[in-house]
């Protein structure tokens, strides 16, 4: 069973950019497709970005398009979030999520990080 942990949320001020991590441990990293969901304070979980087991594919939330980007190495068991332009409605705390079949409903993700808090302040 894979075992995800997220690391690189703090508070930062609007413009600037963050790099979140999530390192992935107790399983094949490389057969899974990985997500990346934000929950704010009474809001549902989003969708920010998701990711192929090889990288090749991606796809990206609407609030997010343009400034987020995700990637990950394989060899290294990590996905990666680039958040840049951020705006302090990106306020929220971030989770990464494993599948072997996703998407971008939180639903179809049955392996999920403990979360890292992202702040930005205006």
């Known amino acids: 069973q894979v075992q995800l942990v997220e690391s690189g949320g703090k508070l930062v001020q609007a413009g600037a950019s963050l790099r979140l991590s999530c390192a992935a441990s107790?399983?094949?990293?490389?057969?899974?497709?990985m997500g990346w969901f934000r929950q704010a304070p009474g809001k549902e979980r989003e969708f920010v970005a998701a990711?192929?087991?090889?990288?090749?594919?991606?796809v990206y939330g609407d609030s997010v398009k343009g400034r987020f980007a995700i990637s990950r190495d394989n060899a290294k068991n990590t996905v990666y979030l680039q958040m840049n332009i951020l705006r302090p409605e990106d306020t929220a705390v971030y989770y990464c999520?494993?599948?072997?079949?996703?998407?971008?409903?939180?639903?179809?993700?049955?392996?999920w990080g403990q979360g890292t808090q992202v702040t930005v302040s205006s």
């Open positions: 999520a494993a599948a072997k079949a996703g998407g971008s409903s939180p639903n179809e993700y049955d392996i």
């Open positions: 107790g399983g094949t990293f490389s057969n899974h497709i």
């Open positions: 990711i192929s087991w090889s990288g090749g594919s991606t």
